[in-house]
């Protein structure tokens, strides 16, 4: 399979399958001298990790990371990135290939099921394969070593909307995204998705969600005006993410809704004198493709986990009529566990940009 590799300087390369023996990645262009240890990337892996709680799948994974490559001990005793390949890897653990003997006959609505078999002419049935959504635990631990190129850049996402149901504005408490299951900033919120979530599980359903990302401290200057626009970049990598459907940079869709003059993002002389100060932020933290300076910013939505115990009408692989039931262990709403995921793309991308920057700016 081609396109395993995202990225242009900061890059990586996922490898493994949903229940093969283990996954991985290879992180190639991460700067020398960084300090980098397991236990500053297990965090990340930790609060994507499957079986937490009951609104994801119960497949108990440790999701424990081995650094096999790309790191050596520096002059003050810390293991620190020497410039070559990272290789991270992850052992599967839980694998329970018999739950999907029906999806060996039958193809799964809503999944890459008909579409690998019409591409390559065979499939690992498996959970998926390599189209699992396992294979982003991977990412995370990429995003992790990504992190680490841009200290200075603070990155947080959380989910505004699951099942239609949106958070308030007014309700929105920071501290709150990760004192509850669904890394929702309105506890009112949280408290509704609770019932929301578990009904869907409970009736063998499952629900959309919408994931908003904000990072701040990037600098005025990251991306290009053509085609490593900033804002082209975040969507190709949000638009790769399992089960996403739609991103949107800045408003999004609502600005189609604005006037110009609503729209625009006025600037006035900045105190420090180092730029402007803006009065609003529409684009997003992103103009004619380069960064602003201000938070940037967007949201990814993550239709219902197609996995379900409904009976749903399919084909068999030879074209038969016949319905098909998801068994085995699923997230009632993927876009949950994919909060963590889209942080880890956002740095990734960042990172990209802050390095090709740096090469042609200095």
């Given at each position: 399979?081609?396109?395993?590799?995202?990225?242009?300087l900061?890059?990586?390369?996922?490898?493994?399958?949903?229940?093969g023996p283990a996954i991985g990645v290879?992180i190639?262009?991460c700067?020398?001298?960084?300090?980098?240890?397991?236990?500053?990337?297990?965090?990340?892996l930790?609060?994507?990790r499957?079986?937490?709680?009951?609104?994801?799948?119960?497949?108990?994974?440790?999701?424990?990371?081995?650094?096999l490559?790309?790191?050596?001990?520096?002059?003050?005793?810390?293991?620190r990135?020497t410039g070559?390949?990272?290789?991270?890897?992850?052992e599967?653990?839980?694998?329970r290939?018999?739950?999907y003997?029906?999806?060996?006959?039958?193809y799964?609505?809503?999944?890459?099921?008909y579409?690998?078999?019409a591409?390559y002419?065979?499939?690992?049935?498996?959970?998926?394969?390599?189209?699992?959504?396992?294979?982003?635990?991977?990412?995370?631990?990429?995003?992790?070593v990504?992190?680490?190129?841009?200290p200075?850049?603070t990155?947080t996402?959380?989910?505004?909307?699951?099942?239609?149901?949106?958070?308030d504005?007014?309700?929105?408490?920071?501290?709150?995204?990760?004192?509850?299951?669904?890394?929702?900033?309105?506890?009112?919120?949280?408290?509704?998705?609770?019932?929301?979530?578990?009904?869907?599980?409970?009736?063998?359903?499952?629900?959309?969600?919408?994931?908003?990302?904000?990072?701040?401290?990037?600098?005025a200057?990251?991306?290009?005006p053509?085609?490593?626009?900033l804002?082209?970049?975040?969507?190709l990598?949000m638009?790769?993410?399992?089960?996403?459907?739609?991103?949107?940079?800045?408003?999004?869709?609502d600005?189609a809704r604005?006037?110009?003059?609503?729209?625009?993002?006025?600037?006035?002389?900045g105190?420090?004198g180092?730029?402007?100060d803006?009065?609003a932020?529409h684009?997003?933290?992103?103009?004619?493709?380069?960064?602003t300076?201000?938070?940037?910013?967007?949201?990814?939505?993550?239709?219902?986990?197609?996995?379900?115990l409904?009976?749903?009408?399919t084909?068999?692989?030879?074209?038969?009529?016949?319905?098909i039931?998801?068994?085995g262990?699923h997230?009632?709403?993927v876009?949950?566990?994919?909060?963590?995921?889209v942080?880890?793309?956002?740095?990734?991308?960042?990172?990209d940009?802050?390095?090709l920057?740096?090469a042609q700016?200095?």
């Amino acid at each position: 399979m081609s396109f395993n590799t995202f990225g242009h300087l900061f890059r990586f390369t996922t490898w493994g399958e949903s229940h093969g023996p283990a996954i991985g990645v290879v992180i190639d262009g991460c700067p020398p001298g960084i300090a980098l240890a397991q236990d500053g990337i297990q965090p990340f892996l930790d609060a994507r990790r499957p079986g937490q709680n009951k609104f994801t799948t119960q497949r108990q994974e440790p999701d424990q990371v081995k650094i096999l490559s790309g790191v050596f001990e520096g002059p003050d005793g810390q293991q620190r990135t020497t410039g070559t390949p990272i290789s991270l890897m992850i052992e599967n653990v839980d694998q329970r290939s018999k739950d999907y003997s029906e999806v060996a006959k039958a193809y799964r609505p809503g999944h890459a099921d008909y579409t690998y078999d019409a591409k390559y002419g065979f499939r690992d049935y498996r959970g998926g394969g390599r189209s699992s959504a396992r294979e982003t635990a991977m990412r995370v631990a990429a995003g992790a070593v990504a992190r680490l190129v841009i200290p200075d850049v603070t990155i947080t996402a959380y989910t505004c909307e699951i099942g239609g149901d949106r958070i308030d504005p007014v309700n929105f408490d920071a501290a709150e995204i990760r004192n509850n299951p669904f890394w929702c900033p309105d506890a009112k919120a949280a408290e509704r998705w609770e019932k929301l979530v578990d009904d869907a599980r409970k009736s063998g359903s499952s629900l959309g969600a919408v994931v908003e990302c904000v990072a701040t401290g990037v600098p005025a200057g990251w991306g290009a005006p053509i085609y490593a626009k900033l804002d082209a970049e975040l969507a190709l990598a949000m638009m790769g993410i399992n089960a996403v459907k739609g991103v949107e940079i800045g408003d999004g869709f609502d600005a189609a809704r604005l006037t110009g003059e609503q729209n625009a993002d006025p600037m006035r002389p900045g105190d420090d004198g180092t730029g402007p100060d803006f009065t609003a932020n529409h684009a997003g933290g992103v103009a004619g493709g380069i960064s602003t300076g201000q938070p940037v910013t967007c949201k990814v939505a993550f239709k219902p986990t197609s996995s379900i115990l409904t009976p749903v009408e399919t084909i068999t692989r030879d074209g038969t009529a016949t319905e098909i039931r998801t068994k085995g262990r699923h997230d009632p709403c993927v876009g949950i566990r994919g909060v963590p995921v889209v942080e880890a793309m956002m740095a990734t991308v960042l990172a990209d940009q802050m390095l090709l920057h740096r090469a042609q700016c200095g």
